[in-house]
């Protein structure tokens, strides 16, 4: 029986050795060679300090920043193991909420995210990506339109000329890839570092 058994263990091994170990290595090892900053986690920096990365998305609360697109990511909540809590922009528990457009919980938040939204700028049409959330609720862009809609508020806390916001918008928003793939996107922590650094001069 062993006999029979054998080449089934020396294959497990070996392919665990080739997928679990030696293509990993080498891949992060071209990465490296080739693409060093997106390797190494596309890390942004501030005054020599990590502040983020350009690849996941963070919470800005504050009404002088740009705020991203909602994250439906959770953690356990303290209090008890077997429930969960909302926490935003999670990475180690990316993923959607699963919520379809029949379910009531997320009709209800996305009416009150409008309702919030409207009152913020009543005179312009609210943005889907400002109320939904991405598939994987770690995302760091936002629509240069979404961006856009938060102008006059961020140009009323910051007393600063709407035109020159919505510059920085424009300054920021990357166009498609290779003009072809997906969309026109602004990376939020990008932009509200520019706009901290126009603020400051």
Known sequence: M???IRPAIIVLLLLTLITGLAYPLAMTAIAGVLFPERAQGSLIERDGKVVGSALIGQEFKDD?????RPSATTAPDPADATKTVPAPYNAGNSGGSNLGPTSK????????DVDKLKAENPA???PVDLVTTSGSGL???LSPEGALFQVPRIAKVRNMPQDRIRQLVTENTQGRLAGLL???RVNVLALNLALDAATSK
């Open 105 to 112: 919980a997320l009709n209800d938040r996305v009416k009150e």
């Open 2 to 4: 062993l006999r029979e």
């Open 64 to 68: 002088k920043y740009f705020h991203g």
């Open 139 to 141: 995302d760091p862009d």
């Open 124 to 126: 312009a049409a609210v």
């Open 182 to 184: 997906g969309e026109p």
